[in-house]
C-alpha cells in the first residue's frame, strides 16, 4: 500500500506539471481526466469549458479519429501518432498522439490513456527550413560559379559540388566525389603556393590559377577558399567557389594589345614628326652652305669656304647617323636586328667614338676617360658605340 500511494503520488505529480496534455477518455470519447495542460492547449477557459466538448470533435477530419481508433485496437497502443487537431477558435495544430487501451479487471477495453504534444511550432520550423533550403539549393544550382565544399586542407577531397562545378570542370558530380581539388590544377606548383597563403591568411585566399578540364584543356579560374572551423578552432572542411575566367584573361590581353598597338602607332606618329624635322635641319645646313658656297658674286676666302665645307661634312655624318638609325629601328621592328657580341676592352668601344664626339660636342668640355683597370666586357662594340652617341 505505501509503494502503491508513492507511485501514485509520482503519478499524479507528473498528471499535473507536464507540459503535454495528459488524458484519460472513455472509448466513446468522453473525458475522464486532463491535466491543465490540455485547457491550454485547446484554448479553452477552464476544465469544465473543455469537458464537455468530446474527443471525436477536437479532430480536423473524422477520419483520422476513425483511423487512430483501429490502430490502438488492434495493437493496444499508438506512438507519436500525427494528427491535426482543432481549438476552441478552430485554429489548427498538429500533435503527436501516444496512447494506449485502458482495460477493466476482466481485461475488457474500456477506454484510453495518453498524451498529446504540440509540435506546431516544430513543423512551422522543419517546414521553413526546408523552405529555406530547398531555395538556398535552387540558388546554388542556378548560379554559375562552381561551388563545392572540401575536407581540410591538404587531403582536400570533394564533399560536394554544384551543377556549375560539372559545366565549368566537365566532370560530373559523381566523378568530382572521387577526386581531390589539387587533381584540377594544371600546374602542381600554383597547387603549393595556395595552400602556402591558406597557412599564412588563416585559412581565407583567392587566387588566380590553372585548371584542366576533364578533356585536356587548360583554362584560368579565380580560386575561392575559406576554411570552416569548430568552436574549438579546428577546420571542419573549406567551402569553395571557382569562376571560370578565361574569357575575361583573353580579352583583357586583346585590349592590352590593342593598346600597345594605340601607343606604338602613337610613338611612330610622333617619330616620324621628329625624324622630318631632324633630317631637314642638317638637309637645311647642308643646302644654305653649298648656296653660299656657290655664289657667283662673292669671293670666299680659304679660311672661309674650309669653315663652310667643315660644318657641310659635319652636318652630312648628322644625316647619315639619322639614316643610320633609322635603318636600325626598321631592322628592330622586324626582328632582323643581331646582336655581335664579343669579349673586349671598354676603351676599344670608346676609341673610335672619342674623335666625332669631341668634333660634336666642340662646344662643350666633353672627355672619355676610360680606366685601364677594368675588366674585359662581352658586348656588341658597335651597339654600344651607338648608345653612347646617341
Given at each position: 500500500e505505501?509503494?502503491?500511494r508513492?507511485?501514485?503520488k509520482k503519478?499524479?505529480?507528473f498528471f499535473?506539471?507536464?507540459?503535454d496534455?495528459?488524458?484519460?477518455?472513455?472509448?466513446?470519447?468522453?473525458w475522464i481526466d486532463?491535466n491543465d495542460?490540455a485547457?491550454?492547449l485547446?484554448?479553452?477557459k477552464?476544465?469544465?469549458e473543455?469537458r464537455?466538448?468530446?474527443i471525436?470533435?477536437?479532430y480536423?477530419k473524422?477520419?483520422?479519429?476513425?483511423r487512430?481508433t483501429?490502430?490502438?485496437?488492434?495493437?493496444?497502443?499508438?506512438k507519436?501518432?500525427?494528427?491535426?487537431?482543432?481549438k476552441?477558435?478552430?485554429?489548427i495544430?498538429n500533435a503527436?498522439?501516444?496512447s494506449?487501451?485502458?482495460k477493466?479487471?476482466?481485461g475488457?477495453?474500456?477506454g484510453y490513456?495518453?498524451?498529446i504534444?504540440d509540435i506546431t511550432?516544430?513543423?512551422?520550423?522543419e517546414?521553413?527550413l526546408?523552405?529555406?533550403?530547398e531555395?538556398y539549393?535552387s540558388?546554388?544550382e542556378?548560379?554559375?560559379?562552381?561551388?563545392f565544399?572540401?575536407t581540410?586542407e591538404p587531403?582536400?577531397?570533394?564533399?560536394e559540388?554544384n551543377?556549375?562545378?560539372?559545366?565549368?570542370?566537365g566532370y560530373?558530380?559523381?566523378?568530382?566525389l572521387?577526386?581531390?581539388?589539387?587533381d584540377?590544377?594544371a600546374?602542381?606548383?600554383?597547387?603549393?603556393?595556395?595552400?602556402?597563403?591558406?597557412?599564412?591568411?588563416n585559412?581565407?585566399?583567392?587566387?588566380?590559377?590553372?585548371?584542366?578540364?576533364k578533356?585536356?584543356?587548360?583554362?584560368v579560374?579565380?580560386d575561392?577558399?575559406?576554411?570552416v572551423r569548430?568552436d574549438?578552432?579546428?577546420?571542419?572542411?573549406?567551402d569553395?567557389?571557382?569562376?571560370?575566367?578565361?574569357?575575361?584573361k583573353?580579352?583583357?590581353?586583346?585590349?592590352?594589345e590593342?593598346e600597345a598597338?594605340r601607343e606604338l602607332?602613337?610613338?611612330r606618329s610622333q617619330?616620324?614628326?621628329?625624324?622630318?624635322?631632324?633630317l631637314?635641319t642638317?638637309l637645311?645646313?647642308i643646302?644654305?652652305?653649298?648656296t653660299t658656297l656657290?655664289?657667283?658674286?662673292?669671293?670666299w676666302?680659304e679660311?672661309?669656304?674650309?669653315?663652310?665645307?667643315?660644318t657641310i661634312?659635319?652636318?652630312a655624318e648628322r644625316l647619315?647617323?639619322?639614316?643610320s638609325?633609322l635603318?636600325?629601328?626598321s631592322?628592330i621592328?622586324?626582328?632582323a636586328?643581331?646582336l655581335?657580341?664579343?669579349?673586349c676592352?671598354i676603351a676599344?668601344?670608346?676609341?673610335?667614338?672619342?674623335g666625332?664626339?669631341a668634333s660634336?660636342?666642340?662646344r662643350?668640355r666633353?672627355?672619355v676617360?676610360v680606366?685601364?683597370?677594368l675588366?674585359p666586357v662581352?658586348?656588341?662594340?658597335?651597339?654600344i658605340?651607338?648608345?653612347?652617341?646617341n
Amino acid at each position: 500500500e505505501e509503494t502503491l500511494r508513492e507511485s501514485e503520488k509520482k503519478y499524479r505529480a507528473f498528471f499535473r506539471t507536464s507540459r503535454d496534455c495528459v488524458f484519460i477518455t472513455s472509448k466513446e470519447g468522453e473525458w475522464i481526466d486532463f491535466n491543465d495542460a490540455a485547457v491550454e492547449l485547446f484554448g479553452y477557459k477552464n476544465r469544465d469549458e473543455l469537458r464537455k466538448v468530446r474527443i471525436p470533435e477536437l479532430y480536423e477530419k473524422p477520419e483520422e479519429r476513425k483511423r487512430h481508433t483501429q490502430i490502438i485496437e488492434q495493437t493496444g497502443f499508438t506512438k507519436d501518432l500525427a494528427v491535426n487537431l482543432q481549438k476552441k477558435d478552430g485554429s489548427i495544430i498538429n500533435a503527436l498522439v501516444t496512447s494506449v487501451v485502458v482495460k477493466d479487471e476482466k481485461g475488457k477495453a474500456i477506454g484510453y490513456q495518453g498524451t498529446i504534444r504540440d509540435i506546431t511550432e516544430r513543423k512551422r520550423v522543419e517546414e521553413a527550413l526546408r523552405d529555406s533550403e530547398e531555395k538556398y539549393k535552387s540558388l546554388i544550382e542556378s548560379i554559375k560559379l562552381g561551388i563545392f565544399r572540401s575536407t581540410p586542407e591538404p587531403d582536400g577531397r570533394f564533399l560536394e559540388a554544384n551543377q556549375a562545378m560539372e559545366e565549368i570542370t566537365g566532370y560530373s558530380r559523381d566523378e568530382l566525389l572521387q577526386m581531390n581539388v589539387a587533381d584540377l590544377y594544371a600546374n602542381p606548383e600554383e597547387r603549393r603556393f595556395v595552400l602556402d597563403e591558406l597557412a599564412l591568411s588563416n585559412g581565407r585566399v583567392t587566387k588566380e590559377v590553372r585548371f584542366r578540364k576533364k578533356d585536356g584543356t587548360e583554362m584560368v579560374v579565380l580560386d575561392r577558399k575559406t576554411a570552416v572551423r569548430d568552436d574549438a578552432g579546428r577546420v571542419l572542411h573549406f567551402d569553395g567557389i571557382i569562376e571560370d575566367i578565361t574569357e575575361r584573361k583573353r580579352m583583357e590581353k586583346e585590349l592590352r594589345e590593342a593598346e600597345a598597338l594605340r601607343e606604338l602607332d602613337r610613338l611612330r606618329s610622333q617619330l616620324l614628326a621628329n625624324v622630318s624635322h631632324e633630317l631637314r635641319t642638317p638637309l637645311t645646313s647642308i643646302k644654305g652652305f653649298a648656296t653660299t658656297l656657290l655664289r657667283q658674286d662673292v669671293r670666299w676666302s680659304e679660311e672661309e669656304q674650309r669653315d663652310f665645307i667643315q660644318t657641310i661634312n659635319l652636318e652630312a655624318e648628322r644625316l647619315t647617323r639619322l639614316i643610320s638609325d633609322l635603318l636600325d629601328m626598321s631592322h628592330i621592328e622586324a626582328g632582323a636586328l643581331k646582336l655581335e657580341r664579343k669579349k673586349c676592352q671598354i676603351a676599344e668601344v670608346t676609341d673610335p667614338i672619342s674623335g666625332s664626339l669631341a668634333s660634336l660636342a666642340k662646344r662643350h668640355r666633353l672627355q672619355v676617360i676610360v680606366p685601364t683597370e677594368l675588366p674585359p666586357v662581352f658586348v656588341d662594340g658597335v651597339r654600344i658605340g651607338q648608345v653612347i652617341t646617341n
